[in-house]
């Protein structure tokens, strides 16, 4: 008896590792009010303790996973903002040194930041799976 419980624990365990996951993957688009897409950067589900994040493709979609793609984000509400969406603009002297650089913004400033974003998300096991991301223009 005491064999069985002690196998039937140890398959119910391996499935739980492999199929039994609380994260879900996210997915949507980012766009600016007048439906061009962001075509550059990350979109970041920052809950205050750990950020998830899904890369922005060329047209302006994403798919979340965690510090890997490969994962998903557990349940919970988090804070959505914008990263890595600037341009930048190495400036060279003489030499072909950088001496300095410009950084263009592509996005209002407060998307870029889980302090000043006004987007939040809060992920369900049985709720929403997409999120689409409206921003503006700086």
Known sequence: MRKNVFIVSILWLMFCLTGCSDKIKISGTVTFSDGTPITKGNVVFDNGTESYFGTIKSDGTYVTGGNKQIEG???????????????????SDADGHVASYNVTQTVAKKFTSPNTTELTFEVKPDGQKTFDIVVEKP
């Open 73 to 91: 984000i557990p349940n919970g509400t988090y804070k959505v903002w914008l990263a890595q969406t600037e341009i930048t603009e190495n400036i």
